[in-house]
């Protein structure tokens, strides 16, 4: 985080001493322009008062009258935008699964903390936190009608951003994710998370999945003929997945683009592989799979597959979820989860992707158990396309700063 006196945060608990430790420590660190309030509605009424809106709050879970997790559903009818960090005595199980909950409710989070709490605690999580950009404009908190979303599939208002792939034995950029992003007219960026669900429920899916292909593809074949090599990652919708003619019409959009389907790899999310019947889905994975496209199961861990279940599904790699990487450096529980779908994987015989890495510990334990692939904040949030060769650069350069001992390919 900058070091600016003009970001505004809020500490919101019901102790006066508490309140007055994480002031003083806040205005040691240079962030003067700090607020406190005793109880929820007090700070409520701050979150809606205009020009004083908090950036980041300081919540403590255990209150009297509104406790912290209600709050945070408060915050959610009030249209909340900025980011929390939790502070509570329960103990580590209560906290992460607060965060769960914070998460679940699409609320920005920057970690917990145990009391008492510790400066160099809070400093680390604070230096986490960025000013709102593209990837968090308020406008997103909206959900888009369907009608709005035809259009602006029609109007070309749909772009796709990039988020690289690193090896975590060479620290070489293997691939990029690709993840739409709506740049609205009026409000800017809006996250997938706002309008992928219209589309599944209004039969747009095949449309968007077009338009992210066809953008997506262009721009691989501009990264080889610039002397990139990298792999493409798309996500299939669950439409696209029981669709049967979704494998000839990506092959199709390769044929068009002159890119080797070896190259380009469909992720599935784990929870959309229906094990109860897999005749469509079967199909389809199969056929891609014929095709020569490299196939990823997403957010692995989250679903209900078995070992013997995922054993007889051609897929090439597995993309860990967020949920089991970041804190497992420091979480035995999240550690035992993380270490159960790696173990999965490799017997499986698959490349592993981690995702979510966002601290050097979450990076220097993947590297120690040996996982394949890293990407996450700690690499770099999700770019433009005319970003990545610079990206790319500054990375290497960042590798050989920070991390002497990885030998770039």
């Known amino acids: 985080m900058t070091n600016n006196s003009t970001t505004k945060i809020l500490v919101l608990d019901d102790d006066p001493f508490t309140l007055k430790l994480l002031a003083r420590m806040l205005e040691n660190s240079g962030y003067t322009a700090v607020s406190t309030c005793d109880n929820g509605l007090a700070a409520l009424a701050l979150v809606d008062r205009p020009g004083a809106r908090p950036e980041l709050i300081l919540l403590d879970l255990n209150m009297p009258g509104m406790d912290g997790l209600e709050f945070v559903r408060h915050l959610v009818e009030h249209r909340y935008t900025g980011s929390l960090i939790l502070f509570s005595g329960e103990d580590e199980q209560m ?3 607060a965060e769960k909950l914070v998460r679940a409710h699409k609320i920005s989070m920057l970690g917990h903390l145990s009391k008492p709490v510790k400066p160099e605690g809070l400093a680390a999580l604070i230096a986490k936190w960025v000013p709102p950009n593209q990837d968090y404009a308020p406008a997103t908190n909206l959900i888009r009608s369907a009608e709005d979303l035809r259009a602006a599939i029609a109007n070309g208002e749909l772009v796709n951003y990039y988020q690289p792939k690193v090896s975590l034995a060479t620290g070489r950029v293997v691939g990029v994710e690709t993840l739409v992003r709506w740049n609205h007219p009026r409000d800017g960026m809006v996250l997938p998370a706002k309008f992928i669900g219209v589309a599944e429920s209004h039969g747009l899916s095949k449309d968007l999945t077009r338009m992210v292909l066809t953008g997506a ?7 080889q003929q610039a002397g990139l090599s990298l792999q493409l990652s798309v996500n ?3 439409d696209s997945l029981a669709s049967l003619d979704f494998a000839d019409f990506v092959a199709g959009l390769v044929t068009e683009a002159g890119v080797p389907p070896q190259e380009v790899v469909l992720e599935v999310s784990e929870s959309w592989i229906p094990m109860n019947e ?3 889905p079967l199909e389809t994975i199969t056929r891609l799979r014929l095709k020569r ?7 692995f861990g989250t679903g209900y597959s078995s070992l013997a279940q995922l054993r007889d599904l051609p897929f090439d790699e597995v993309k860990i979820d967020r949920s089991f990487v970041h804190h497992a450096s420091t979480d035995k529980k999240v550690r035992a989860k993380y270490d159960a779908c790696l173990s999965m994987a490799k017997q499986l015989g698959m490349e592993v992707v981690a995702v979510g890495v966002e601290e050097i510990g979450d990076w220097d334990m993947l590297r120690s158990t040996g996982c394949d692939l890293a990407q996450g904040y700690f690499i770099a949030r999700p770019m433009p396309a005319a970003d990545l060769p610079g990206w790319i650069q500054s990375w290497k350069v960042r590798m050989r700063n920070e991390f002497p001992a990885i030998q770039l390919a």
């Open 95 to 97: 906290l992460l699964a």
């Open 217 to 223: 593809l262009a721009q691989l074949k501009v990264w």
């Open 236 to 238: 299939v919708s669950r």
């Open 278 to 280: 897999l005749r469509a």
């Open 293 to 299: 496209f490299r196939l990823s199961i997403d957010e």
